[in-house]
């Protein structure tokens, strides 16, 4: 079973720990009801660190997820998302994700984490028409989801951009909480929006 970059400070902290999609993760602190209110009025993290991670790059990027994504990828300009899935060759659906343009030429899909290595090799496949450097970095990547009505004002003082003009499904690459280069953004669907 694999762990997250903060799988022993969840376990520090009392965390209720179960196996999801190879990963160990955490369940809850407090119980479902107090953590839904926590997040409904105020403000929750969750570690989501098990998702995927894929950078897709070159003069073929576009091309190529325009053929393996239903929505129209062409329509992102740097500093926008779009959820979108990954269709199947029978009209079913493969699995969901988010698309991020990243810059030109530059787009990162996040994928659920059971799902992983079934959508690397899907998009793979695709890959032989279009030759796009494409690589995993599922296992390089954290990933947090700060969501609820007062996350903004948890998160404000840990980054130098000012996070209440980020829209939703719009990202931004910044400092946070003394780290380089994060990506932020505004594409939570929990039901409580946030980052």
Same mark, same amino acid.
């Given at each position: 079973?694999? =762990? ?19 990963? =160990?993760?955490? +369940? ?11 997040? &409904?009025?105020?403000?929750? +993290? ?19 997820? #325009?053929? $393996?994504?239903? =929505? ?9 998302? #779009?959820? /979108? ?7 079913? !659906? ?11 030429? #530059? *787009? %990162? %899909? $996040? +994928?659920?984490?059971?799902? !992983? ?12 028409? *279009? =030759? ?5 970095? /599922? ?12 996350? +903004? ?10 996070? /209440? &003009?980020?829209?939703? *499904? ?10 380089? *280069?994060? !990506?932020? /953004? ?10």
């Amino acid at each position: 079973m694999k =762990n997250t970059a903060l799988t022993k400070t969840h376990e520090k902290l009392g965390a209720k720990m179960v196996p999801f999609a190879g990963y =160990n993760m955490p +369940v809850s602190y407090e119980g479902v009801n107090a953590e839904h209110e926590t997040v &409904r009025k105020g403000v929750g +993290v969750f570690d989501v660190s098990h998702m995927g991670e894929f950078l897709i790059s070159g003069p073929n990027a576009l091309d190529l997820i #325009q053929k $393996v994504t239903s =929505n129209d990828a062409s329509k992102l300009t740097i500093g926008r998302a #779009q959820y /979108s899935c990954l269709p199947n060759e029978t009209g079913g !659906i493969v699995d969901d994700l988010i698309v991020y343009k990243i810059k030109e030429e #530059q *787009y %990162l %899909l $996040v +994928v659920n984490a059971s799902n !992983i290595d079934k959508d690397w090799a899907h998009i793979s496949k695709y890959n032989v028409d *279009y =030759n796009a450097d494409m690589r995993n970095l /599922s296992e390089d990547y954290s990933l947090l989801a700060i969501q609820g009505p007062k996350a +903004v004002e948890a998160m404000q003082s840990l980054t130098s951009v000012d996070l /209440s &003009r980020i829209k939703f *499904y719009h990202f931004e690459v910044a400092d946070f909480a003394g780290i380089e *280069y994060v !990506i932020i /953004s505004a594409t939570g669907y929990t039901g409580s929006r946030r980052f």
